[in-house]
């Protein structure tokens, strides 16, 4: 009996999927896998939510219908891409809602509307039945207000699927205690980026110091390669990746495509094979540098994002401010690490404070377990 929202690049039978995009829309026939499983268990899914168009964007506004309003302060973009999945779990519409993340969508909403923002190991939630945005990096992810409820929803969904050739067996057992003293991997202080918004860079000190009271060893590690890793993310490959999906309806028909994302996507169509292998290439080059880091450590606390965005900001620069939102996220994916959005008290100005939880790929119950708390 528990109500729940659908992002529409999901498919929940009985509604078309849009992905932000009328020429784009279908009518699908049955549901997605984590829908079905989330039906068997009980919840009532009650509509599809907003987005940015074909899951392109952090800020929640690249949308042709009513872009979703934050929670909090109008002001502020909502975050994306999953605006809509957000907006409706913080307002109280829904006790839990689903998501997706390719860039740091299914965290970047849960920060800037106060809300939990589970994003699983990648295969952990079947993808059948999501219009993905880049295919080898795609994951449903959860929103609800406590890390409880978005666990309990992982844990219905979570099972291995054989139609999604990209789904994995990844434990989702009940949560235990947290380890007493977890070694926390964070930004060094000349490689924290906050943009100049001071007010961020004083709640992460505070969130960083209560780690510390309650026993965890802080451990501040260079992001460079982490952040050099991130700026893969809108280069190359993976550029070509969404292409996948957005090319067609951009050679038929490119008006019907949001104009910011046809300024992303649309570049893509003159890539090479050789462009992609060399991103590839300079990945796994990437991978090796930060193993060592990333070993050395149990889990990692970096802020949700770096900055707040305003809607007159990205009215006047719809690209560069939705960048830097990306600054702690756009990274994760392509690591293959899972990650969890919760929040932090509020900041001095009012507004919420966020961090975000990271670890490595099968260990999703350890961040829960350290960030119920």
Known sequence: GVPFAVKDNIDLAGLPTTAACPAFAYAPER????????????????????????????VGVRTPYPAPRNALDPAIVPGGSSSGSAVAVALGAVAFSLGTDTAGSGRVPAGL???????????????????PACRTLDTISVFALTVDDAWAAFRA??????????????AAPALAAPPPAPAVGVPSRASRRFFGDAAQ??????????????????????????????????AGAWVAERHTIVGPLLARDPEAVHPVIRRIVAPAASMSADDAFLGFYRLEAL???VEPALAAVDLLCVPTFPAFVTRDEIAADPVGPNARLGTYTNFVNLLGLCGLAVPTPAREDGRPGSVTLLAAAGRDALLASVGRG
């Not at 699983?120 to 219009?131: E, I, Q």
């Not at 992460?204 to 991130?230: M, N």
């Open 157 to 170: 969904m979570a099972a291995f699927d054989p139609a999604d050739p990209y789904s994995r067996r990844i």
């Open 113 to 131: 509307n106060n809300i939990v923002g589970l994003k699983p190991t990648l295969g952990a939630l079947s993808a059948s039945g999501l219009v």
């Open 31 to 58: 549901d997605a896998f984590v829908v079905a499983r989330l039906r068997a268990a009980g919840a009532i899914p009650v509509g599809k939510a907003n987005l940015d168009q074909f899951a392109t964007g952090l």
């Open 287 to 289: 991978r090796r540098e």
């Open 201 to 234: 860079e004083r709640s992460f000190d505070a969130t960083l110091a209560a780690l510390a009271k309650g026993g965890a060893r802080i451990v501040e590690l260079d992001f460079a390669p982490l952040f050099a890793v991130a700026e893969m993310l809108y």
